[in-house]
């Protein structure tokens, strides 16, 4: 009975840990410009930086959101003068989404907050092995891939 309680108090912290980061990311902050910005808005200007240009389709995908919810977020950016929209010169149908210089900022800016932020967590957690966090993502991962399955997410 030992494995299921430990597997029952591991998915009440990912509960908790969940609630947390939904708390967090409900208060808006400010990202190297005079712009208050959500976390969703910040993670979704790493998502265009990271790919360098990228469309609401590829956004809706990595983040398990429909490509509507994705283009009103893309609208919000557009209008906060943080990225541009285009129609690909290759394809009518596709709208490409990039980075403006200040959306640049921003990126910039959050990713040294996370590097920062990661370091001062790694530090803190010197108990546990490369190893441990292997079995961590792992474990994460195949929750996440069978509450996808099950949802209808694929």
Do not use: C
Not at 43 to 50: A, E, K, R, S
Not at 65 to 83: E, P
Not at 119 to 135: A, G, P, R, V
């Amino acid at each position: 009975m030992e494995r299921e309680e430990v597997f029952f108090e591991l998915m009440e912290t990912l509960y908790e840990v969940s609630r947390f980061i939904s708390s967090y990311e409900s208060v808006p902050r400010k990202y190297g410009t005079e712009d208050e910005l959500y976390m969703v808005e910040v993670h979704t200007l790493n998502l265009i930086g990271d790919k360098i240009k990228t469309t609401t389709s590829e956004i809706a995908t990595i983040t398990n959101r429909t490509k509507g919810a994705v283009s009103q977020m893309v609208d919000k950016l557009v209008n906060k003068g943080l990225a541009v929209k285009y129609k690909n010169p290759n394809n009518n149908r596709e709208v490409i989404i990039e980075l403006t210089a200040k959306g640049s900022v921003v990126y910039d800016y959050h990713k040294e907050l996370d590097k920062e932020e990661y370091e001062y967590h790694l530090s803190k957690l010197n108990q546990f092995t490369t190893d441990d966090f292997k079995n961590y993502i792992m474990i994460s991962r195949s929750i996440i891939d069978q509450a996808k399955w099950n949802s209808g997410f694929k």
